[in-house]
Every structure is written in structure tokens, then in C-alpha cells.
């Protein structure tokens, strides 16, 4: 019985040697035919090794029916990345955000990892970061065998990605052309900045097993694998924290008017930097993936696959060295140098007697357990010739648990004294160099590494525990038609629940700012400190001491550490008084805890183009895709205890509670329907030119849908203002999109040209804090009152004031740029070197668009997050015999993100360029060794507050060597 009639482009894709799931397992006798018939007028490319695996991926993007990029391997394991985004990175338009050296966050045509939408095998994805973008690093490239970014969508995709969607695919054992496969793959590695970080790793592995088989008549294949990491994680850097601090220092009445005139806090005043940060960052990332396949295909019209991938990412780092606080507010300030009259960016900063001015010591464990599990059934059912049904169940769940533990050391007069009191004799002299590493002096040095002196004075540990999970069900239908226009029809429908989980939790002891007599400093032994000092760049920055977290937090409480806890603290409403043990309100760990639900129906209708429009062979799809949308969060709102508005005795983790909350869930519904075009023009046989249109979507992170609401009565006017930094009423970002590219395939797979033009129409890029005024608090839930009580008894009217709330900001605009794509293989040059070639991409993005950052009053424009204007990526390679090698460079133009230093900030980041190399070798026709170089310059990432002069990071990674054999059968 046949499966269906192949169309122009499914017997194209079969003589190029490309498989399509589903219907590879048959048909292939009927088809043979008109393959052999057809030979002479369609390009066989044959090319084995890397050269194979980058015209396999030249070869999917020309058969490909929307604007698209590709990567493949010729076996898994063949991919030589670490993770898949660092082979994504080598895609145009792609670039990537390192994080500890490593590529996590994808960017796509200059838009940042939020508007990024990723499948695994064709099933969304969760992530373990509380946002919708993954972490790709967390998905090994020894189990991935192929990935797709489509950067033009068809209805038949699922909607989430404005700047594009990632799509990756694991094994399909029953479309392998022998029997078996087998590919096994061992390299060791090393870190050469490891040996300036004291108690660092310098050594890790990779190691990773994969086979395929089909067995029963070749209806049954299987697919297993196995991949382990094992690498150090070190950094050596700088990190400069936000403008956040004002004060006068040289009094301008231009400046302070023109402040006024902006409604500035603090007219006239300058902006101080909170501080700074030098750190020596080691520890090790652990990375556990597993996958397997199972197809059966009993007949020639029916598959059942079934697949599981597991991916296991632990980190255990630490993060050590010297924070300095400038607290200005009560300091003394000398010689202040300012950038442009208004950022302080050095001087002398001198502590007040009753200032908290300091240098700390932080010895941080940052301890990380990351889970991600991804699994689904999928049935394809060719019911008649024209008629083809599929079906598909699946679950994608993550897990993070984030445990970040803190211990900070303060310098004393005497740590012998019976009751120690800090050193406040502190002078800091510094001055800030820009993208260079900063002067500094300060007159404690020799205090830092003296145990008479250094004592720790508070440890705290503030754990984010995150678990996000989408079940998802889906019904296609393609039925084949028999027409000049359209060569079938799809419908289909979706319909997934997503349930979002966080949870904050909080333990703390003493003080960073003083030492305290009820919680009181741990003297430092011998034992418990090492002394370490700064190497290479970072020499002339003071000595500190390491301090064993461990054994200082058994001294400290020698009766157990105690854990940490989602709790009220010494919150308002506490009813049970007598168990509080704190002095501090933790009331945000319950708050900020909570689930959001987003369920979501989509259907699709689309038309699949097979004509000629003018004697040119035009192919593509044209359809809509209607998505709903039910998202809600629960919610803890401060009623004060009104009965009748729903106040509850809430009880937390430590057996407080708290009278005055009430428990609600609150969200919206919206449906979005998305048309979309894709139409591919066949000029000649080897060119062809690419138009798209499309309506696209990314919803809002699914954090930011959280329901955490507040509101204050100001006891001197009875005014009532509040607000919500998070909104379950959140809606998508929309853009509406066109793509124009030309495309020249070269003769003998030789290689490829391809050149693109795009333009995004985007309605909203970001999520602002939106300020409504006379807000109708009473009417949003909140019980207020009609007047209340002053101290002389009087009776105050409250009126409604201010409401400060999260929404989509209204700042769109256009997003452009252009691609360039060259892939050239010399075959006909003599055959020593008719192994050469290259493969080059270069994009250029612009937007109208700016984004008003504000950092505590310090406001300032930035591009949209992710944007950089020019991005080149190059790979020059080279085959002759059993030895292969290739250089690679990535450099990505200045951009704007986000980084982490005490809390997230918004940064500029320098441009960066990064060389890679690898060379392998054939021993026999199934062992090679490899020998691979990454980060070849040691090339640091650099970061700065809106100006170069006001710097914000540098930050140091290290060369990474490997070495290993690879053996596949």
C-alpha cells in the first residue's frame, strides 16, 4: 500500500540523502523509481566527515519550506560543542551571552533569550532559570543530532518565539542506513587560569555513548545514549555595581534645576556607584544527560515512536575575594573625579564614626541542582494515500534548586577583645579605568589577611527553588491533494497546562554592616583561613583570606547549622509572638513564593504551495494559527486582617502565623490569532529566492506573571499608593515580520550564498512599571478604610494616591538588519588542498527602539537587550586524508544584557572576539583522537554602566584545552 504521493520537494530531499520522520520506513521501493528517474536534474551530495555534516545542513535549509538555519552531525557525538548553543552560535544572526565562560542564552537577530521559543523534538521545552528561555548549556550536544532555527514561523509550529525558534532533534534509529551505529567518545580537559584560584579544579572530562539499532526486519529501532561533563568553572574578575547612591558633591544650579525639571529625587546631587566587587570564582559543573528512542513500525503505514531525554546539571562553585561598600550618605568624599558632571568615578572615600563605609571579606558557596526531564509518545498514521494522522502526548518538566550561602567578614580593632568592635579608620582610593582593571588603595590592606583582626560577622543563605512543568497534547492531519496550486492541507490542534512553582526561602545570622552583640562574630583560627593572593592581571589588588565555609559555620554553631526556611520573620500580623526568633521581616520569602497556571489551546489551518507562478517553481505554506490563552497566579494579598476581604491564618515553614494576608488567584484570558506566509521562488536549479510574512508572539517570562501586590496608608495624609512588580495580567509581545532572501546553491556540493533581509514591526519589547493614578484600591481587593485614626485621636479621610503596576510598555518600533551566508569547499583545487574551505556568516541588526533604564533614579537609555549592530562568525577548515583541523571565530558587537552581581543589573557589554581550534585524526576507519582549544586568547567579557568610563565587569575565563579519541562503528 503506498504511504501518500511524493510531492517535487519530498523526492528532492530523498536524493539529497535527507530522511524524513515518519515516512523514511517506507515507500522506499515506490519511490526508488523516481529517484533514479530524476537523478540528472537533482544535485546527490555525498561528502563524508565534517564536510558532510555542513552540507547536510546546507542541503535541509534549500529543502527547507521556511526561512530557517541548520545544523546536523553525521553521527551523534560528531558535534565537537560542549553544549548545542556554542554550535548555534555558528549559524547567522546567532550569538550567544557567556555565562562562566560558557554560551547559555541565545540571541537571535538581536533580540534577547526571552523572545527565543525552543522545541525538542517538536515538544516545548521548560526551563530551570523561572523564565521561558532555556539554558542550553544544559542540553548536551553528544545526544542532540540535529537543530533548527526557524526565523520565519509556519502555522503548523507551535507560537512563542518573536525573534525565532530553536528546534532540536534527538535520534530516529529506523532512518540509519546500516544495521547499527555505534559512537563512543572520551576527552580530558584543563583550564589554565585554574592554577591562580586557590582550592580550584583545574581538570574535568567529557565523556559520552551512544548506539542505534533496528531490529525485526528493520520495524523496530532503538536509540540510547549517554553523556557526561565534568569541567572547572573559574573566573577572575572585576564586578563595578549600579549608580545607585547619590549625593552633592560640587553644587551646579543648572544641574539641579534641570533635575527638578525631570522630577528627579535629590535634584542637583551625583550619582556613586554602590561599590565594587574582586573576586577569584572556582568550583565544578556536573552535567548527566541520558536519551532514548524506541520506533516501531509494524506496517508500512504506521510508526509509534516513543523517546525520554534527561539532563542532570549540578554546580558547586564559590565565589571568594573583596567587597567594597562606598555608603556615601556618611562618609567623607575627596578629590571626586566625575564622567560627564554627574557619575562618580573615583576619589577618596573616608568612614564617618557613625558611617558603614567598608571592606568585606565574602567567601560565597553558590551550590546549584538543575534537572530537566522531557518525554513523549508520537503515532503517525498514513490512513490512506492522501490521508496522514498524527498524534502526540508529552510532559517537559524542570527543577532548580539555587542555594546561594553567604559569609561576609569585617575587619575589627581587636578580634580578641571580648566584645569586638569594627575598625572604622577606613580610607578607600580609587579611581575606575574604564575597560581596563581599576587603581586601587586601601589603608586596611594588611588587616584583610590578619586573623587579630578579621572576624565573620554574618552568614546568610537565600535559597530559589524553582519547578516549572507543560503537558501538552496534539492532533495534526495533512491530507495530499491533486492540484497545480496546493500539494495538501494541515489542520491541527494543541492543547497544553503549564504550572510554574517558586519558592524563596531565608536563614541569616549577625550583620555585614557591624558586629552585634546578641549575634556575635566568629573568631577566625588558624585552620579555618588560607591567605590567597592575586596573580597576573589582578596582582596589585590586596590579599585575603579563604575561609573554609564549613568548618567556620561548625564553630559558629556548633550544635548544627541551621537551615533555611520559608518564613514570616518578624513580620506585622504575626499572631503567635513567642516563636519569633529574629528581628528581621522575612514576610517577601512567603510572598514572593507562589504558582502561576497557563493553559493554552491552539488550532491551525495551512495550505501547502506546489505551483508555478510564471514558469518558476514556487513552493511553501500558507495558513493562520488561533492560540488561547488562560494564564492566573495565586496571590498573597496584605488585607490587614479584614475577614471579609478574605484574611486567613496563613502558617509557615517554621510554625508562625500571620493574620492579616488573604490567599487568592487572579489572571486573565485572550485569544491571539497569527497568519503567516512563507512562499520559495525556484529561479534556476541552483537559485532561488525566499519570501515570508508573518504575525509572531513570546509571551511574557513566566515569573513575571506572579500575583505579588502591596499598598501603604501614609499615617500624616491618609494617601494610599502600592504596587505589584509582577502581573498575571501580562500580555504576549507581538511583532509582525518580513523576510526576503536569495539563496545559490554552487555546483559539486561545493557550498552555498545565501543573502537575507528582514524586518520585524514589534509592538512592545519590554515590561515596565506603569503608574496609575487615583487608583480605586477598595475596588482592586485591597480593604481600606474610609478614614483612620492619628495620635491626637482625630479621624484622617484616606484618598487614593498612586498604583505602581507591571505591564507591557508601549515602546516599539522596527527591528532590521541583513545576513550574509558563504560556505565555499575547494574541490577544484589539486587534491592536497581540495579539502579546503570556509564557512562565513555576517549579519547587521538596528532597531529604532530604546529602552529607559532606571536604577534607583539614575535613568538612562540603552538598545533593546541582546542587540548587537554587527556579528560575524567564520570557521576555516581543512581535509586531506585521515586529518582534519579548523579555526573558528566568533565576534559579536557591543550589546546590552543583564548581569548578577548583588542583584541584577542592566549593562553594557564590550564587544568580544573568540577563537577556537581543533584538529582530529583517523587511526583506523573507526578511532581518531582530537586535540580542541577554546576561548584560544583568553578573551574576557567586559561591561560598563551606559559609558565605557563607568566600568561594570571584567571578567576572565581561562583557556580550555581538550583532549580525547573518538570511535564510532
Known sequence: MSLFKPNTLTIALWAAGLTMPAIAYSAESEVEQTTLEQEESIETITITGFRRSLIDSINTKRFSDTVSEQISADDLGALPDVSISDALTRLPGISAVRTNGQSGEINIRGLAGGFVFTTLNGREQVSTKGERNIEFDQYPSELISSGAVYKSPKASLIEGGVAGTVELTTASPLSIKNDYKLSANARMMKNDRSSEIYDADGTGHRLSVSYQTKLLDDTLGVAVGAARLYQPSVSTQFIGLAYNERKELDFDQAEQERDEALGLENPGQEYLSEGMELQHRGGAETRTGLMGVIEYAPTDNFVLKADYFKSKFDSEEFARGLRIKFEPDDAGINNPVLEDGDYMIGGTISRYSNGYTRIETANDNNNKENSITSYGVNADWFITDNLQVQFDVSHSKADSDFRNGLLWSLIAEDANADSPVTDKNLSINYQLNGLDLPDLGVNQGDKLTDINHLMVSKYGIYPYIYSDQVDAVKFDLTYTLDNDFFSSIEFGARESEREYTAKRQVFEYGSDGEFLTEEAPLKLTDDMVHQVDWEGEFSYFPSYLAIDMDKALNAWFPSGVPEPVQTWGNAPGVDNQDDITTNTDYSWSMVQSGNVYEDVFAAYAMANIDTEFLGVPVTGNLGVRMV?????????KNVDGNLKAGAQNIKDEAGLINTEYSKEVRGIKYTDYLPQLNLNFKITDNDQIRVAAAKVMSRPPIHRLAAQSSYNINALTGEVTGSATNNPELKPFYATQYDLSFERYFDDASGSLAVALFYKDIESTGIQAVTLENFDFEGYGFPIPDAIEQESGAMLETTNGDFEIAYNDDNGGYLRGLEVSFTKIFVDLPELFSGLGVNLNYS???????????????????????????????????????????????????????????????????????????????????????????????????????????????????????????YAL
Open 628 to 636: 488561547e490563552t488562560e494564564q492566573s497566579a495565586t496571590e498573597l
Open 844 to 966: 547587521y541588526t538596528e532597531s529604532e527602539i530604546d529602552q529607559l533604564q532606571n536604577v534607583d533614579g539614575d535613568t538612562f537609555s540603552t538598545s533593546l537587550p541582546g542587540l548587537s549592530k554587527n556579528l560575524f562568525t567564520g570557521t576555516a577548515f581543512w581535509e586531506y586524508q585521515n586529518f582534519e583541523t579548523r579555526l573558528s571565530v566568533r565576534y559579536r558587537d557591543k550589546f546590552v544584557s543583564d548581569q548578577t552581581a548583588r542583584d541584577t543589573q542592566i549593562v553594557n557589554y564590550d564587544a568580544e572576539t573568540v577563537l577556537d581550534y581543533q584538529a582530529s585524526y583517523k587511526l583506523t576507519d573507526s578511532l581518531s583522537v582530537l586535540f580542541q582549544a577554546n576561548n584560544l586568547t583568553d578573551a574576557p567579557t567586559k561591561s560598563y554602566f551606559g559609558t565605557e568610563a563607568k566600568t561594570g565587569t571584567i571578567q576572565y575565563f581561562g583557556r580550555q584545552f581538550y583532549l580525547g579519541v573518538n
